[in-house]
């Protein structure tokens, strides 16, 4: 079969294992892009990503530009001459560069497109309760996740399930369906195909802060979907009043049951054996939380932290 010298265009774990995959293939990876090193943490420790790091430890050039249209760039990518570039979990790239190899740009992304484009596609098939997800793999052009579909694979989304187990299962599926797409392609046995074009076809747009409120006038099954949806990362909260003091409560997953209750949703029942929270058609039983400032724990652990249930209530 035909080797391939390919450029992969990545940053985090979910592209790391792409890539792993396709360095263990007979496909040659002749560079690796990645994001700049970046300062974080308290004592500004250095921290280089996933790709990177591994893109290092097998000898694999490594180039971390700051601006992808940066004229040295594009001639250090050029004189690569790369056959094709694969791209997982980057950033947009700008025309100049995806149409520079002459098998073309294919990106992986994690659902069935047309469904789901944009940056938190697993998140979202989870919270709107979908059965089913999976990764496609498409030729990049100047639209975000619309090119032509190379390949697809679907997985069922198991009801025990939140976005993180929903993540790794895809994270592997999707770098066999990578490799298998390069070797397609080097055998010219893949016939492209344009989405299907569909009115409204769902979205995935970027989850910021204020998206992970939990809204406790919706049904109990939206609710539990929602904070499945958001778990473990970058995971849902409600604000928890405690005397005069209102802090964050980070829940990481929980159960529901349906009741005929006539309280209030957001309405809180709590005491050292129970918490709950009355919705619009039952209630919902965390069972994982992280207070502000404490660590993550289970809700026995938890409740043991309070003597007063009197003055504890949703914000």
């Known amino acids: 079969m035909k080797s ?25 990876v002749v560079a690796v892009v990645t994001v700049a090193d970046k300062a974080s943490g308290r004592g500004q420790k250095i921290h280089e990503s996933p790709v990177k790091v591994f893109a290092v430890e097998n000898q694999i050039p490594v180039l971390q530009p700051e601006k992808l249209r940066n004229p040295e760039f594009l001639e250090q990518i050029r004189n690569l001459e790369a056959d094709v570039f694969v791209v997982v979990a980057f950033r947009m790239m700008p025309k100049v560069l995806f149409e520079m190899p002459k098998l073309g740009t294919f990106n992986l992304h994690a659902s069935l497109l047309p469904d789901y484009r944009g940056a938190a596609p697993i998140n979202y098939a989870v919270i709107n309760g979908e059965a089913k997800t999976g990764a496609t793999t ?75 409120k939990i809204n406790w006038h919706q049904n109990s099954e939206n609710i539990h979907n929602f904070i499945r949806g958001m778990a473990p990362y970058p995971c849902s ?23 005929n209750h006539g309280k209030t949703p957001g309405t ?41 249930f009197d003055h504890i209530s949703i914000a």
Do not use: C, W
């Open 138 to 212: 498409f030729f990049i052009n100047e639209k975000i996740d619309e090119g032509n579909i190379l390949l697809q694979e679907e997985i069922e989304i198991f009801a025990h399930e939140n976005s993180g187990d929903v993540h790794d299962r895809l994270m592997e599926m999707g770098a066999k369906l990578v490799v298998k797409t390069l070797d397609g392609i080097a055998e010219n046995s893949i016939r492209e195909k344009p989405q299907p074009i569909m009115e409204h076809p769902k979205n995935a747009f970027k989850i910021f802060k204020e998206d992970t």
């Open 268 to 308: 809180l029942e709590i005491n050292k054996n129970q918490f709950k929270i009355f919705t619009t058609d039952g209630f919902y039983f965390p069972l994982e939380v992280q207070l502000e400032g404490k660590k993550r724990m289970n809700i026995k652990d938890f409740l043991n932290g309070f003597r007063d």
């Open 237 to 259: 909260f409600t604000i928890l009043k405690i005397g005069n003091d209102e802090k964050s409560l980070k829940i990481f997953s929980g159960n529901f049951e349906k009741s």
């Open 4 to 28: 391939l010298k390919v450029i992969f265009f990545g940053t985090p774990e979910f592209a790391k294992t792409s890539l792993q995959a396709i360095y263990e293939s007979h496909h040659q």
